[in-house]
């Protein structure tokens, strides 16, 4: 055998081998698309036998709907150009496949003896293109469907993604932000206080809660700042408006404050006038027997307008933070314990047991006056509504509570004749509101509770069953 | 024992009036509804005519009653080793209460109405020798 041959033959057995083991599809086709070989990939591929498949035309094996696509590119490939296409195809027998497809021409002497179709399986890799394809879609989506302002700061202080809030609030077009350093598109004044928030956020990795004045635009922002390994992830809201609203209310409420201090003042001097007369008035009455009915029943109105009034001014000093002390970390323990002191009297000619469990070395920080009122409070309305079955017992309770802000918890819960909880409502703790028909109280106590609680940051939760018991839970800082 | 009273109220004073008197709280009673007139009397007053007790009221027109104490400041050594002076006012701010409490001029602050029990108390304060000073 000449060396040619063998050549020839080498590269034929070569040809042979690649076209017999390769993982791929491969058919060659003539011009009307008749398979003329193929290749044990695509037997197995559509199930068939070598017998079944050659001399039929390749749109046997093809879905209706696609047929015309091969068909076309197959005339290209005859016109003597490699032609390239994906397709999202079902053969016949075979599982549906995404194949990447690859026609090149034969040439023989110059003429296209047919083409080879190489059909290379891709149905993972585009799967997983248009997962990506998808999920980046997706947080488009999102990002263009939420109300909030969104951008990406890369580490570089560079725009890398903005939603079209971002371009509204900011009166910004896309253009004039994506790929720029935030430096160049703002001045250094007007980043501030974002940036100092910024760097405390990349410096401690915890997101960042802020309000600003954002000057180019005259807009109050709330922005949210989460740091990442890509950098910054940004976003804000217009909350101009809820500030004007706020400060309005503010000041409003400053006023009426400030009306209601000036009434309560005003009314209070003739007030005081009224009950010095009337004390006179009745030490004169024996003198007329028949006014003194009168006289007391006039000293009781009297008074119970001073009543009020006193409520009154309670309440304002509370509101007024003028009267407001810094708050600073008071021992619960003392405090609770001077209350229980102060009360041991009434709580022992009713018979009644506090028993206290809180951790010596537990502070909370708030006002001093307030903590004694709320326990106060608190404890005399256990006193006042125990029950008449049983020796009261009130137990508090106080804990460290697990949370991000430190907190203290504590309980206060008592066994006495309780309240309908269901009917009483938000109620509980409003002012004149009263759920007890005997004995008497001016409704007062909880309200002040509550009002103080708040005043120092806290909350207080109530929980009640008539003739079982009430608890409190209160949360403080 | 001499006693002014500082009150642009007519009926306070009224009531006053009455109230230290049947207490026989007071041999003589000065009545003054301004505090300008007030504060000329006594920083005219030979300290025998001083009072032993002062009772002031805080809201009034003109001068109140704060104005009133930081006008008499310069007369201070002189009044206070005769007279004490007591804050009357039916104001119930917590922030007065507190002022009343730092102005050394001020024995202390008295809620409207003045009552018997009260008046027993002052006389008992202005009964020790010497007034502020002795304390």
């Known amino acids: 055998m000449n060396r040619g041959v ?303 009034l006193h409520d009154m001014n309670t309440i304002l000093s509370i509101r007024d933070k003028q009267e407001v002390s810094e708050p600073e970390p008071v021992p619960l323990a003392e405090a609770v314990a001077q209350v229980v002191a102060n009360l041991q009297d009434l709580l022992e000619q009713c018979g009644g047991q506090v028993y206290c469990a809180i951790a010596p070395g537990l502070c909370v920080r708030g006002n001093r006056a307030y903590l004694y009122s709320i326990f106060f409070n608190l404890l005399s309305n256990a006193i006042k509504y125990r029950s008449e079955h049983r020796p009261l017992r009130v137990d508090i309770t106080a804990v460290a509570a697990v949370g991000p802000e430190p907190a203290v918890q504590v309980v206060v819960a008592d066994n006495g004749s309780g309240f309908d909880a269901q009917k009483a409502g938000p109620d509980i703790f409003r002012l004149y509101k009263r759920f007890h028909t005997q004995p008497g109280g001016r409704g007062l106590g909880l309200y002040l509770v509550k009002t103080h609680v708040e005043a120092m940051g806290g909350h207080i939760s109530v929980h009640s069953e008539v003739e079982v018991g009430t608890r409190f839970v209160l949360r403080l800082p | 024992m001499h006693t002014v009273l500082i009150d642009d109220d007519s009926t306070s004073i009224f009531l006053m009036r009455l109230l230290l008197q049947r207490e026989e709280f007071a041999d003589s009673i000065t009545a003054f509804q301004s505090a300008q007139e007030a504060l000329g009397y006594l920083q005219q007053a030979p300290p025998a005519h001083l009072p032993k007790v002062i009772l002031l009221d805080l809201n009034m027109p003109v001068m109140n009653g704060w104005e009133f104490l930081e006008a008499l400041q310069p007369a201070a050594p002189q009044v206070l080793s005769h007279t004490r002076i007591y804050i009357l006012t039916s104001s119930l701010a917590q922030t007065d209460m507190t002022r009343a409490e730092q102005n050394p001029l001020v024995t202390r602050l008295i809620h409207k109405p003045l009552d018997k029990l009260e008046l027993q108390l002052i006389r008992a304060e202005a009964e020790q020798e010497g007034g502020v000073g002795a304390m």
């Open chain 1, 6 to 308: 063998r050549q020839l033959l080498e590269g034929k057995e070569r040809f042979r081998s690649l076209f017999e083991h390769n993982p791929d599809l491969i058919l060659f086709q003539d011009a009307a698309g008749v398979i003329l070989d193929a290749n044990p990939a695509f037997l197995e591929a559509v199930r068939r036998t070598r017998a079944e498949v050659l001399d039929r035309p390749f749109r046997d094996f093809l879905p209706p709907d696609k047929a015309p696509l091969f068909q076309e590119k197959l005339a290209e490939a005859f016109r003597g150009t490699k032609v390239v296409f994906e397709v999202s195809v079902q053969l016949l027998g075979a599982e549906p496949r995404v194949l990447h497809v690859t026609k090149v021409p034969l040439w023989v002497n110059g003429q296209i003896a047919g083409v080879h179709m190489i059909a290379q399986d891709i149905t993972t890799e585009a799967t997983s293109r248009a997962i990506i394809e998808q999920q980046a879609k997706r947080l488009h989506t999102v990002f263009e469907s939420i109300t909030d302002a969104f951008f990406l700061l890369d580490k570089h202080w560079t725009f890398s993604f903005i939603n079209s809030e971002v371009e509204r609030l900011l009166g910004l077009g896309r253009e004039q932000l994506l790929g720029r350093i935030i430096w160049q598109v703002f001045k250094n004044e007007d980043l501030n206080q974002f940036y100092r928030q910024c760097r405390h956020a990349v410096a401690t990795g915890q997101a960042v809660h802020f309000e600003a004045f954002f000057e180019p635009r005259q807009l109050w922002l709330e922005i949210k700042v989460f740091p990442s390994q890509e950098g910054l992830s940004v976003y804000f809201t217009d909350i101009t408006d809820k500030v004007k609203a706020h400060e309005q209310l503010y000041r409003q409420n400053k006023d009426l404050q400030q009306f209601a201090y000036i009434v309560s003042h005003n009314l209070r001097a003739p007030l005081t006038n009224m009950l010095g007369l009337l004390d006179l008035l009745v030490a004169q009455a024996g003198n007329a027997p028949e006014y003194a009915p009168l006289l007391s029943h006039l000293q009781l109105s009297t008074q119970q307008l001073d009543t009020v």
